[in-house]
């Protein structure tokens, strides 16, 4: 079993900061990329930032210059810092790692369970 366990949400003030761990568990071989996703009320999940295991990174045009991601391989976690957080920020952010269990060799997507992030104006 592999489990992604998130932290680090919370409610900040509009220009605040938050840092969000998510950290993967279990029987894992290899994780591949690193991304994290986030739903706000009433939409559909959009992709935030991604990391690839060599550091190269994506983000959506919405956080550009503001969030940040991040992995510590030896640990099996990755980050997403949040600078000069919006209103339009606030949903509740999910990570998800694509992983090679030992057993089987086809990589797998997993998600965390989610956390709140609230920004408030």
């Known amino acids: 079993q592999v489990q992604l366990v998130e932290s680090g949400g919370g409610w900040v003030q509009a220009g605040g900061s938050l840092r969000l761990s998510c950290a993967a568990t279990?029987?894992?071989?290899?994780?591949?990329?690193m991304a994290w996703y986030r739903q706000a009320p009433g939409k559909l999940r959009e992709l935030v930032a991604s990391?690839?295991?060599?550091?190269?990174?994506n983000y959506a045009d919405s956080v550009k210059g503001r969030l940040t991601i991040s992995r510590d391989n030896a640990k099996n976690t990755v980050y997403l810092q949040m600078n000069s957080l919006e209103p339009e920020d606030t949903a509740v952010y999910y990570c998800?790692?694509?992983?090679?269990?030992?057993?089987?060799?086809?990589?797998?997507?997993?998600w965390g369970q989610g956390t709140q992030v609230t920004v408030s104006s």
């Open positions: 279990g029987s894992i071989h290899t994780i591949n990329a």
């Open positions: 998800n790692a694509v992983i090679i269990q030992p057993w089987y060799s086809v990589p797998k997507g997993f």
């Open positions: 990391i690839t295991t060599d550091g190269s990174t």
